[in-house]
């Protein structure tokens, strides 16, 4: 839980690292948490969340789509900071946008170790 409330804590902070859990504690709890919540409002509401027919729909949508918009800044930061703890820049992040090939390495990057050498340690205020 120390992970994801670092995830929340730490949604502006670019300029820092972030350990394997770090990432992957977040990652995995925001796509499963993600997934129940939708499925329970749309399932409340009888039909797809995209689908607006009144200013109830309206009002959810809005609010399903600016959480997701702050998920998106936190999970962005904490790409990078997980970059960072590889000893890599953010702008590595962009590997993401080549088809298929991209996507891969920027998961195969995700899961490499800590280098204690990074140059972004320096401004890290937890350690593990």
């Known amino acids: ?13 670019w300029n820092a690292t972030a350990t394997r859990t770090q990432y992957w504690v977040p990652v995995i709890l925001n796509w499963i948490l993600g997934g129940i919540l939708m499925n329970l409002v749309e399932k409340l509401q009888g039909h797809s969340i995209e689908e607006i027919y009144n200013f109830s729909d309206l009002s959810t949508n809005t609010v399903a789509k600016l959480i997701a918009f702050l998920i998106w800044i936190a999970t962005i930061t904490l790409k990078v900071r997980r970059l960072h703890d590889t000893n ?41």
Do not use: C, D
């Open 1 to 13: 839980m120390k992970s994801y409330h670092e995830f929340w804590s730490k949604m502006f902070v």
């Open 88 to 128: 890599r820049s953010a702008g590595w992040i962009l590997i993401q946008f080549v088809p298929i090939i991209g996507t891969i390495w920027f998961f195969v990057l995700m899961l490499l170790p800590t280098t204690p050498e990074s140059r972004w340690t320096k401004n890290q205020s937890y350690v593990e």
